[in-house]
């Protein structure tokens, strides 16, 4: 990773966190999205050499395009995506209506593609490019969380079988890892002490264990076209 460029959205959250910094002591120079918690990405930027935060929204269809270009034009050519952001509002079949659901595939399916798009010609034309899309076991499973982020996360895991075979042959990699209940995110759906017992590690992973899981996929040149989970061994495939 010296001297990449690599863009990790969704880096003042708790995975996204974990990944920047692996990726900042490995020498890449940092582009840190955030979405709302503008505070901690700036915060997380002045401890890293080699950092800089940018903001997007990434329910609107221009912001990937936008941020992508503000990214280079301050950093330079995009080697390295890790589209980590994502949302998960809770709720069964009865409590997911139209806007919802659109809100949700919105931000978490259409807005990593969009990503992805944007950096692939640059990608192509340098002959290196890595991307790493961020699903889940919901993608798998169903999940707890709702039909829509189960559905966001499938459709990831599709975009990322689509784009991988598609530029295999010019040294760009794209593969996904599928987490499921990480400790210190937003996206947990109820009590960690109890989500635990489901788990047959008996307890919740902790970012650094999926960042290491990123690092080790993203510097592994041989590896595209998977999708890896890190759940303590919920859904063993």
Do not use: C, W
């Amino acid at each position: 990773m010296e001297g990449r460029v690599a863009l990790v959205t969704g880096a003042s959250g708790g995975i996204g966190h974990a990944i920047a910094r692996r990726l900042g002591a490995a020498g890449a120079t940092l582009a840190l999205h955030y979405g709302r918690n503008e505070a901690a990405a700036r915060e997380l930027a002045a401890r890293l050499p080699r950092a800089q935060a940018f903001g997007a929204d990434m329910l609107l269809k221009a912001a990937p395009d936008e941020l992508v270009d503000s990214v280079e034009a301050e950093l330079g050519p995009v080697d390295v995506l890790v589209a980590n952001h994502g949302t998960a509002r809770r709720g069964g079949i009865e409590d997911v209506d139209a806007d919802d659901f659109d809100y949700t595939l919105a931000v978490n399916l259409r807005a990593p593609f969009l990503l992805a798009r944007r950096v692939l010609p640059g990608m192509r034309e340098r002959g290196f490019g890595r991307i790493l899309f961020l699903s889940s076991i919901a993608a798998f499973t169903g999940g707890i969380v709702g039909p829509h982020y189960a559905a966001s996360k499938a459709g990831v895991n599709a975009i990322t079988h689509f784009i991988a075979s598609r530029t295999a042959a010019e040294g760009i990699t794209v593969n996904a890892i599928a987490p499921a209940l990480i400790e210190n995110t937003d996206m947990l759906p109820g009590d960690p002490g109890e989500l635990a017992q489901n788990v047959p590690v008996r307890r919740l992973g902790r970012p650094e264990e999926v960042a290491e899981l990123a690092y080790a996929v993203l510097s592994n040149a041989y590896m595209t076209n998977q999708v890896v989970s890190v759940d303590g061994g919920i859904y063993p495939r």
